[in-house]
């Protein structure tokens, strides 16, 4: 499938779980500290994978599972001040759950940020970000939809699209 494209989104199909590890591999490449990532999908659809893709491109060498009982994984990247935030916000039932838990440390600390089930806080995140939709195709097949809120998610999708998939500038 031929990805769709405009300045602000970018929706393509993974065929594996290894490819869509990869696209956060690759997406990794650009992220620097400060940034957010904001996974949505039904469970299954790949959000730990892609997850831990980014972990894996900033360098994280533990292993990286979804942090759905303990709702925070913090991996320090090796030889780096780099901190990779893993949130997984499943268990929550109210975006003020997410406040007290203490999210704003992670939003706007000194790493990169991806959080798993972000639209049941959606209310309490910035309004910049980078926000990827995940959704059952087939069995193995996932849609993607990444959409940029932003000018630096603009710049950090325009580096992915031109990086995965070899395609310029809109």
Known sequence: MVPILT???LDFVSHSE???????????????PGDLICLEGELGTGKT????????????????????FIMVNEH???????????????????????????????????????????????????????????????ENKRSLTVTATGARYQELLGQLRSNAFGLGSL
């Not at 290894?18 to 620097?32: D, N, P, S, W, Y």
């Not at 994978?49 to 759905?68: D, H, K, N, Y």
């Not at 972000?118 to 980078?130: G, I, S, T, Y």
């Open 7 to 9: 300045q602000d989104e």
């Open 18 to 32: 290894m490819q869509t590890e990869r696209i956060g591999v690759r997406l990794a490449q650009f992220c620097r």
């Open 49 to 68: 994978c892609l997850a831990r893709g980014v972990g894996r491109g900033l360098g994280v060498t533990e292993p990286i599972t979804s942090p759905t």
């Open 76 to 138: 320090r990247v090796p030889g780096s001040h780099l901190c990779f935030y893993h949130i997984d916000l499943y268990r929550l039932k109210s975006p003020q759950e997410a406040l007290a838990l203490g999210i704003e440390e992670y939003l706007y600390g000194h790493g990169v940020c991806v959080i798993e089930w972000a639209e049941r806080a959606r209310q309490v995140l910035p309004q910049e970000h980078l926000w990827i939709t995940l959704r059952h195709v087939s």
